[in-house]
């Protein structure tokens, strides 16, 4: 898990703690008091000894839940059942991880990781029956305006998660949201499954233009159903990776650019000038120098590193990880899907203008001067090759198909839902949207036909974290009653914090 993430703040029991979003997890999981790590040391913890009254054990905490991530990071520990409040969403009995053990280097004092992904790559899914992850009860509740959620993640500032609805402040023409179909995936080799279903908010890259010149990806598995290149959206990730067979010719299309072999990475001339685009099937989202150059390296401030950075082939078949960098520059969402009438959709809605001038040097330069920060890498003083790698066996059934716009019969949004993003009936209009005041949160909750509104006064960076009020470490179980009745048909804007 990246270091630097975007966090929201969830109520479980009581208490209140920071979590970073991942749209490339599905788990959601806390720090608690038994955590000894010292990555836990310094964090906020849920307070086992408070012995709050919505909480449940499952198997008297014997339930082992284990988490890893691909920068071989991990988090254990047991699974329990709380109710968690998002907001006004109200969530009870929701299955959650709790951690007794963790190398997760977590900052700004987020206690834990909310996994906004499919309940297929869920492990508590797969360990425990009926235990979908956070926003798959949302959606397979009908808890929601409509199954899916908006994320704003700006490079400097508060960013938001809108649930149910999408941030009016940032999208202010729905209809140009370009919207994809997530891919689906078939069953793993070795297990019997006989239909595909939906593992990751992947859907297909189609082209890379370097400075108008067209390279197209290659995938590293030909063989998967889809065949052509994936591209994960993960606001988990700082950065974007890629394969080396695509990252090497967007660098070689820069002058003097030269591989960082210990990072993957690339360093280029601090005073490059072309645009990076990405391009879904319809229009283009640019990366200028400033989105993808990360800094100047401090042994040479000529080079800047930058992304993409080139890693070795996953055995998924997702070739692509696109983070930060690359949200930081569209408004994305996360559509959820309805069983048996819609199908789980991206929508990417871009906030740089693809036919802009690119910045020209002078512009990169005052960018770097202002930050005022190097990069501590050191450059070979020689061209290196590309290593080499060996691909892994694709861990899919390829005798499965798994075709797109596959609508699944369970899993994904409540039946309830009336379809408005489906091929052929696109109606966009209907999604509702929310303007958030800029100084207080904003929640509108649609209820019985009605409209209301409310408004919280505290900033989220300023709620007391991992302490129940009125309640100490060394003091006896208080029970302070709490409201677990659930908002029906919510729209939801939070506050996000970097």
């Known amino acids: 898990m990246s270091c630097r993430s975007y966090y929201a703040v969830v109520s479980l029991g009581n208490m209140s703690f920071r979590v970073a979003l991942d749209t490339g997890s599905s788990d959601f999981w806390l720090v608690s008091s038994a955590c000894s790590s010292s990555a836990c040391s310094s964090l906020p913890r849920y307070q086992l000894a408070y012995g709050s009254s919505t909480f449940l054990s499952v198997n008297n905490n014997n339930t082992v839940f284990n988490v890893s991530y691909a920068d071989t990071t991990f988090a254990s520990g047991f699974i329990a059942r709380e109710t968690v409040l998002l907001g006004n969403v109200t969530v009870p009995q929701q299955a959650f991880g709790l951690m007794n053990s963790s190398n997760v280097t977590l900052n700004s004092d987020i206690s834990g990781v909310l996994?906004?992904?499919?309940?297929?790559?869920?492990?508590?899914?797969?360990?425990?029956?009926?235990?979908?992850?956070?926003?798959?009860?949302?959606?397979?509740?009908?808890?929601?305006?409509?199954?899916?959620?908006?994320?704003?993640?700006?490079?400097?500032?508060?960013?938001?998660?809108?649930?149910?609805?999408?941030?009016?402040?940032?999208?202010?023409?729905?209809?140009?949201?370009?919207?994809?179909?997530?891919?689906?995936?078939?069953?793993?080799?070795?297990?019997?499954?006989?239909?595909?279903?939906?593992?990751?908010?992947?859907?297909?890259?189609?082209?890379?233009?370097?400075?108008?010149?067209?390279?197209?990806?290659?995938?590293?598995?030909?063989?998967?159903?889809?065949?052509?290149?994936?591209?994960?959206?993960?606001?988990?990730?700082?950065?974007?990776?890629?394969?080396?067979?695509?990252?090497?010719?967007?660098?070689?299309?820069?002058?003097?650019?030269?591989?960082?072999?210990?990072?993957?990475?690339?360093?280029?001339?601090?005073?490059?000038?072309?645009?990076?685009?990405?391009?879904?099937?319809?229009?283009?989202?640019?990366?200028?120098?400033?989105?993808?150059?990360?800094?100047?390296?401090?042994?040479?401030?000529?080079?800047?590193?930058?992304?993409?950075?080139?890693?070795?082939?996953?055995?998924?078949?997702?070739?692509?990880?696109?983070?930060?960098?690359?949200?930081?520059?569209?408004?994305?969402?996360?559509?959820?899907?309805?069983?048996?009438?819609?199908?789980?959709?991206?929508?990417?809605?871009?906030?740089?203008?693809?036919?802009?001038?690119?910045?020209?040097?002078?512009?990169?330069?005052?960018?770097?001067?202002?930050?005022?920060?190097?990069?501590?890498?050191?450059?070979?003083?020689?061209?290196?090759?590309?290593?080499?790698?060996?691909?892994?066996a694709y861990i899919f059934n390829t005798s499965v198909t798994a075709p797109p716009g596959l609508v699944v019969s369970s899993g994904l949004g409540a039946s309830t839902y009336s379809p408005v993003l489906g091929t052929g009936y696109l109606n966009v209009s209907a999604i509702a949207t929310i303007l958030p005041s800029p100084t207080l949160l904003t929640f509108l909750i649609t209820e019985s036909g009605g409209v209301s509104t409310s408004v919280s006064t505290a900033s989220q960076a300023s709620v007391t974290l991992g302490t129940p009020p009125g309640w100490s470490s060394g003091a006896s179980a208080l029970h302070v009653s709490s409201k677990t009745a659930v908002f029906a048909f919510c729209l939801l804007l939070l506050r996000l914090f970097l």
């Open 115 to 392: 996994g906004l992904g499919f309940s297929r790559l869920s492990t508590i899914s797969s360990t425990l029956t009926n235990a979908p992850p956070v926003f798959a009860s949302m959606a397979s509740q009908g808890l929601l305006n409509y199954p899916l959620f908006g994320l704003s993640v700006p490079k400097n500032g508060t960013g938001s998660l809108a649930l149910g609805a999408i941030d009016a402040s940032v999208v202010t023409n729905r209809s140009q949201i370009e919207w994809h179909e997530v891919v689906p995936f078939a069953p793993f080799n070795g297990t019997n499954g006989t239909s595909a279903s939906y593992l990751q908010w992947a859907i297909e890259l189609r082209h890379i233009w370097v400075n108008g010149t067209n390279i197209t990806p290659d995938p590293t598995y030909s063989q998967s159903d889809s065949n052509t290149t994936l591209a994960l959206l993960d606001v988990g990730a700082s950065g974007i990776y890629g394969p080396y067979q695509d990252v090497e010719r967007i660098w070689s299309r820069f002058s003097d650019s030269r591989l960082v072999p210990a990072a993957g990475q690339w360093a280029v001339p601090c005073d490059s000038s072309e645009a990076i685009s990405f391009n879904f099937g319809y229009g283009n989202f640019t990366l200028q120098p400033t989105d993808y150059l990360v800094g100047p390296v401090a042994d040479d401030t000529y080079y800047c590193l930058a992304w993409p950075a080139a890693t070795s082939p996953r055995d998924d078949g997702i070739d692509w990880q696109l983070g930060l960098p690359f949200l930081q520059t569209v408004y994305s969402v996360f559509s959820y899907g309805i069983d048996t009438k819609e199908a789980p959709l991206v929508g990417l809605y871009a906030l740089n203008n693809a036919t802009a001038a690119v910045q020209s040097p002078s512009v990169v330069s005052s960018y770097f001067s202002a930050a005022s920060a190097t990069v501590d890498t050191s450059l070979p003083n020689y061209l290196v090759p590309t290593p080499t790698y060996t691909t892994s």
